[in-house]
Each structure stands twice: as C-alpha cells, then as structure tokens.
C-alpha cells in the first residue's frame, strides 16, 4: 500500500509563495510518475504539473508555467511544488498523485493509482 501526505498549504497574500511537499511511502518511489492537481470550490480537479521518474522532464498547465515548479528528492520519497507570484485564482485543495505504473510525466488523473488527502491552499487579494 502507498501512503501520500502533502504539507505546505496555508493563507498567503497575492504576489507571495508557498512550498508544497508530498511524502511518500512505498519502496520504488524512484520508479513513480508523480503529479500535482487540484480541485477549487464548485470546480472539477485540474493538472498543475508533473514530473517523471528521475525528475529530468516536466509538465506545467499553462496557467501556472514561469511562477510553479516541481521538483523531487528520491532519496527522500518526496515531491515539492514551490509556488511563486501567488494569485487569488489559485485558490484550491491541492492534491499529490503518484502511479506506480507509469514512470513518465503524466497530466490526466486517470494515469494515477494513488492520491493524497490534499491540503487548502488560499490566495488573498
């Protein structure tokens, strides 16, 4: 069984940053594709971003490319999203995925097979 904890999520003024971290369980962490999503209020769940095995490729959505990055630390069985230039629309639960099938970047929730309980993530304007 694969376990997912983020942490990180908070209130934060418009313009600010917050760093996300996903700790997961599971031996072949090194071997899972592992993404980054999340759901605002009212709103279906939508890709942020993705990263692949070795976190040597990544995918962003575009609302988020130049002020989100995702990186990870194998060694650690961690995944970060660091978040800058916060804005008000980026208000949502966050939510970590990891497939432990799929070693590639992956930007739809259907190549996931595990997921966090997410955490609140408030952008004031």
């Known amino acids: 069984q694969v376990q997912l904890v983020e942490s990180g999520g908070g209130l934060v003024q418009a313009g600010g940053s917050l760093r996300l971290s996903c700790a997961v369980s599971?031996?072949?962490?090194?071997?899972?594709?592992m993404g980054w999503f999340r759901q605002a209020s009212g709103k279906g769940r939508e890709f942020v971003a993705a990263i692949n095995w070795s976190g040597g490729m990544t995918d962003y959505v575009d609302l988020v490319k130049g002020r989100f990055t995702i990186s990870r630390d194998n060694a650690k069985n961690t995944v970060y999203l660091q978040m800058n230039s916060l804005k008000p629309d980026d208000t949502a639960v966050y939510y970590c995925?990891?497939?432990?099938?799929?070693?590639?970047?992956?930007?739809?929730?259907?190549?996931?097979?595990?997921w966090g309980q997410g955490t609140q993530v408030t952008v004031s304007s």
């Open positions: 599971g031996r072949t962490f090194s071997s899972y594709g």
């Open positions: 995925a990891a497939s432990t099938y799929r070693t590639d970047v992956i930007v739809t929730t259907l190549g996931y097979d595990y």
